[in-house]
């Protein structure tokens, strides 16, 4: 295993370049749990290993909290998450907390369909406005951000007014489909997620005073998955200049 690992970090740190064939072997599939602001990296990277050596990332994508669910349901070798879900009490006789690896980071951003006038939102001020004004407001509550957004309300002193809006949904891709097809006014989400979603638009980031940033760490199982030492290449290929540029290329900034 360990053999086959290394030849599939070497293909990674090379891809493109002539003369790389797979090695033949047969790995374990890496079974990942992820968020949504760390998926498009991911499936970039399992693209990449799977081409250059036949490595497969086997992915379940889910909101944070939700994340924390699998995780405790169904074994695991890896998982990317906002740190803020380490913090839960769960969390602790699932992942080895201790140990956590800082992969990158995005901002929150204001998002419409991509059709809609964009509301003006570059002060606190203008965007505490836009919200009370605004019909709908589409929020995944299971998800790290959803929990950001309650304590932006709170910066704002609009908690209680927005209550009435609240468009809950389960996952950000169901905020998205309905944002797009016009039953959610507005919403909040990390801005390499609306870049990389159809029908919808970034108005703007977050104005300077209440910027928030997006941290996805990785996680590694308590007790090793199927695949431990994959799991351990997979951090270090997010650390390397390689995995750098594919986080760049998808709107996180590496840490």
């Known amino acids: 295993m360990r053999k086959f690992i290394t030849a599939s970090i070497v293909a990674f740190l090379a891809w493109g ?10 790995a374990a599939d890496l079974k990942v749990i992820a968020v949504p602001p760390i998926k498009d990296s ?6 990449k290993l799977e ?3 036949g ?12 994340v924390l669910k699998m995780a405790i349901a169904s074994p695991f070798d890896i998982a990317f998450v906002p740190p803020l879900i380490l913090k839960e009490p769960e969390a602790a006789a699932v992942f080895r907390v201790g140990s956590v690896v800082a992969i990158g980071s995005t901002e929150l951003g204001v998002t419409v369909r991509a059709s809609a006038a964009k509301p003006e939102v570059g002060t606190p001020e203008a965007l505490k406005q836009t919200l009370l004004k605004a019909r709908t407001f ?3 509550p299971s998800a790290a951000v959803g929990s950001q957004v309650a304590q932006l309300f709170d910066k704002l002193e609009i908690g209680q007014a ?13 905020v998205i489909r309905d944002l797009a097809a016009g039953d959610i006014e507005i919403t909040i989400l990390p801005i390499n997620v609306i870049i990389g979603a159809q029908g919808i638009e970034l108005v703007a980031p977050l104005p300077a005073p209440l910027k ?23 951090i270090a290929l997010f ?8 986080l760049k290329s998808k709107g996180l900034t590496p840490d």
């Not at 370049?17 to 047969?26: F, I, M, N, R, V």
């Not at 490595?55 to 939700?66: I, P, T």
């Not at 809006?165 to 169901?174: A, C, F, Q, S």
Request: hydrophobic residues 45%; neutral net charge.
């Open 162 to 174: 927005m209550k009435a809006k609240l468009v809950n949904r389960g996952i950000v891709d169901e």
């Open 55 to 66: 490595q497969k990332l086997d992915m379940r994508v889910a909101s944070g909290y939700d």
């Open 212 to 234: 928030q940033a997006v941290p996805v760490v990785a996680a590694l199982p308590l007790k090793d998955g199927p695949n431990p030492e994959g799991a351990r290449d997979l």
């Open 17 to 26: 370049l002539p003369g790389l064939s797979s090695t033949g072997a047969s």
């Open 138 to 140: 589409g929020i995944v």
């Open 239 to 246: 650390k390397s200049e390689a995995g750098a540029a594919v």
């Open 51 to 53: 081409a250059a050596s």
């Open 42 to 47: 991911l499936s970039e990277v399992a693209r």
